[in-house]
């Protein structure tokens, strides 16, 4: 069958490709279902350009989350100099105090603390932006630095100073110097203790049921001593007193 001059229509999205041409034995109906076609196909494409539009956003998305920066020291440019580590591309150098030696980051990674050697002083810097905050005073020749896991505390250690500075890490305040030994050069913290594990006996729904059933009788005996008459039955009732505790112990009820 011979085909018209009109040309055909066609709509893609990736590999996936609709074509239309017009034949010569049905002009009019073809031309109606032509345009049904052509609405098909403009509506696909739409739906060709959400559907890519929202895997770019997860794409992005997913890119953001797996992020991550190396903070360099340069001690000798009074920079620093953050690098990404999905690419290992360095960025621009962020500027700092002089001397830059020790780097910590907070356990949330908002900020990253810079000790500057030569000029006894911390620079904050914000890793959303990268961008250096106001030079926090401490002691003398800062030479290491280190925060506490719950990320409250900064400590600082200052070589010549003789001493660590503590610096409360939601407002950047120093706090009154501690004084260590000679040439402090390295701080470490150790990690939270973990929360004590109760043991078998620690609550009352996990207590042996022979314990209770004796813990609850021994209540009862005391008790009945306390409010014993007589001195023959005071007797017997801390003769049974006596065998409950001895019970008790022998099943390694606490």
């Not at 066609?10 to 590999?15: I, N, P």
């Not at 956003?57 to 989350?65: D, G």
């Not at 910590?104 to 914000?126: F, H, R």
């Not at 609850?216 to 008459?229: D, E, I, N, P, S």
């Amino acid at each position: 069958m011979a085909t018209t001059g009109e040309p055909g229509l066609s709509a893609g999205c990736g590999s996936h490709t609709v074509g239309l041409v017009t034949t010569g034995g049905n002009f009019l109906a073809s031309t109606a279902r032509n345009r049904i076609k052509g609405e098909r196909i403009r509506l696909a494409g739409l739906a060709c350009v959400v559907l890519l539009f929202a895997w770019a956003t997860v794409i992005a998305s997913a890119s953001s989350a797996q992020a991550a920066t190396a903070y360099v020291a340069n001690q000798f440019d009074d920079n620093v100099t953050p690098i990404a580590t999905a690419t290992n591309a360095p960025g621009t150098p962020i500027p700092v105090g002089f001397g830059p030696v020790a780097i910590a980051i907070t356990p949330n990674g908002a900020t990253a603390y810079v000790a500057n050697q030569s000029d006894n002083s911390v620079t904050p810097i914000a890793t959303a932006t990268n961008a250096p905050g106001t030079p926090i005073p401490v002691g003398d020749a800062p030479a290491a630095i280190a925060i506490t896991p719950n990320g409250a505390t900064a400590y600082v250690a200052n070589f010549t100073g003789d001493s660590v500075t503590p610096i409360a890490t939601a407002t950047n305040a120093p706090g009154t110097p501690i004084p260590v030994g000679n040439g402090p050069s390295a701080i470490a913290i150790t990690p939270e203790p973990a929360s004590p594990t109760a043991g078998p006996s620690a609550s009352p729904s996990q207590e042996d049921p022979k314990c209770k059933k004796l813990r609850k009788k021994l209540k009862r005996q005391k008790r009945g001593l306390a409010a014993a008459a007589t001195d023959k039955k005071r007797s017997q009732i801390e003769a049974n007193i006596k065998d409950t505790k001895r019970r008790l112990k022998k099943l390694g009820c606490t």
